[in-house]
């Protein structure tokens, strides 16, 4: 397949939206409305061999996963995701058509499943890598009205709440790596396709009720010492209050797994984080349970300071860049 | 050096620029000011071992080349360029402080050469790759009042405009590759830190007097056929009519190159060409003088149908993506 053939197919999976976006694929760059109010601006980026294995993930469902790393951050600012670019970087010599079509499908599922109406591929570069496939994603998203929610806000006393149980993908990609597959189905597909918090992001940022949030990817602990600098906040951790799900802990009792490395630096769970002042969090468990989604208070802001206390657990995080 | 000592190297070459854009670095995602406008977006991606060579870019030219490409596009649309986003991929061994500075200096010295106050960094991702270094940066840009200028929108009698001459880029690497470093230091600059035509393109933008217009990174032929097949027309090249410096002729001749190899098939020249009606010639003349530049009739659009006819000249442009 040539540059040509590829666009060609990327186009048959994003045709054209003129009403929305006057121009897509095909110039030298995308146009938008300028009128559309786009201000949020995120990009992640995916490495075969770093950030996924094609032994337990297939090519619809790596780009799955990057797009769903993009809209999780535009959530984490309370906002909706609009239009995004693709970099494709692909390896000299196995992309089959085949491989390519999963790869624009995957993404297209994740752009129907969210039914955000701005949401959709405008553009991008597709060229020859010299190793693996490398995916880069740029999105633009629209703030809520109110601004958008920031991770430098948080405020003393606050707690720290989090809206599903954690560690789910970590241990969905362990039991991959076991040999285990359909041991789990809910957590292989929490691995190789999470779905972004997009309705919750923007109920939350609409809401005015937080002082803070940020989206969890590299582990709950690894991201809350990020807040925490962001702010300048020693915050505590219950361990304990962390939600997971009845599965998660039964199967690290019968695999002798430590849940907690799942729970705490698990990372991939892109859900949120959120601070909430104390007389806030009444209203916000009025406003999830409207969304049919529940608040777990997991900790407090409770110092002035940097750092995340957790207790005797030892920190393994995912760091994406190692010591040189 | 990790994330964080990395990120925190961004922010020291580009530091917060809130009256611009309310968060820079540092967030899940950056914000923009949704009134700025901006309605151009496009993204380049640059692999070591494809795109570059470290034996004759150092990292910084890697990451100047990487910005002036996506400029390049902006400008293409008649466009002055905004913020970016930046997702680098950076090889498991080798990125020293010293190299990670280059790379940021070039990028911050792309962005000051250009003189365009919403030209700026605001973000991006920074992840370890398992095969060597990677760019990709997503710029957003403003088109013009009028309108972008489309690729597509050429017409059948419309002449063939460029407006420096071609061939430089490829032949400064031609040079660095057989070891004549310093022969030609313009060429080598080309290579390594082309100039995208920022104000160029504004002003032809601008002017009204254009009926397409795309940039020149591939290849003039390989270029003029996206155009072509864009538009639905026949382009006819005189050869001879193409600008070239009498130091590409000249270097050529000594070193038993065909010149028409780099003017036509080159690549990364990062200059424009356009298709202008027969009537807005003179105009479009007094206009370049006007901004101390040049028009080069080199061709025209003389019917419809698809393909460029060049005489005899075997082409051989640069295809980012090979068959697999």
Redesign the interface.
């Known amino acids: ?3 040509a053939s ?1 666009i060609a197919m990327i186009a048959r999976h994003f045709p054209p939206r003129p009403q929305l976006y006057p ?1 897509g694929i ?9 009128q559309l ?15 996924f294995d094609f032994r337990w993930m297939g090519w619809g469902d790596v780009a799955y996963r990057c797009l769903s790393a993009n809209i ?3 959530a ?2 309370g ?1 909706e995701p609009g ?1 995004f ?6 390896p ?5 058509v085949q491989d390519l079509e999963a790869l624009f499908g995957g993404l297209r599922a994740c752009v129907d499943e969210h039914h955000c109406q701005d949401l959709y591929l ?11 496939l ?1 995916l ?1 994603i ?1 999105l ?4 809520p009205s109110g601004g ?1 929610v ?3 806000t948080a405020r003393l006393g606050d707690k720290l709440v989090v809206f599903r149980p954690l560690g789910g993908a970590a241990l969905g990609l362990e039991l991959l790596r076991r040999g285990l597959h359909g041991r789990a189905p809910l957590f292989e597909r929490e691995h190789r396709r999470p779905m972004a918090e997009t309705s919750l992001g923007v109920a939350l940022g609409q809401s005015g009720l937080l002082s803070a949030m ?2 969890l990817s590299d582990g709950l602990v690894q991201d809350l010492e990020r807040l925490s600098a ?1 702010s300048g906040l020693r915050l505590r951790l219950e361990v304990d209050a962390i939600p997971r799900h009845p599965l998660l802990t039964s199967l690290c009792q019968e695999l002798g797994l430590d849940e907690r490395d799942f729970v705490l630096a698990g990372g991939e769970d892109y859900t949120l984080v959120a601070t909430v002042p104390v007389e806030g969090l009444e209203a916000l468990g009025v406003l999830l349970r409207r969304e049919g989604r529940e608040a777990y208070v997991i900790g407090e802001a409770f110092a002035l300071g940097e750092g995340v206390d957790v207790g005797a657990f030892e920190r393994r995080g995912f ?6």
Chains 1, 2 share one sequence.
Do not use: Q, Y
């Not at 095909?26 to 409305?33: E, H, M, Q």
């Not at 670019?85 to 692909?90: G, H, M, Q, R």
């Open positions: 397949m040539n540059e590829v121009l095909g110039d030298d760059t995308a146009i938008l409305k300028a109010g786009l201000d949020l601006l995120t990009c992640d980026c995916m490495c075969e061999g770093v950030h999780s951050d535009i984490a600012m906002g239009p670019v693709l970099s494709l970087a692909l000299g010599h196995s992309p089959s405008l553009g991008g570069d597709t060229v020859r890598s010299s190793g693996g490398m880069s740029t633009l998203g629209r703030a958008a920031r991770r430098s940020m989206d962001a760091e994406h860049f190692d010591s040189a």
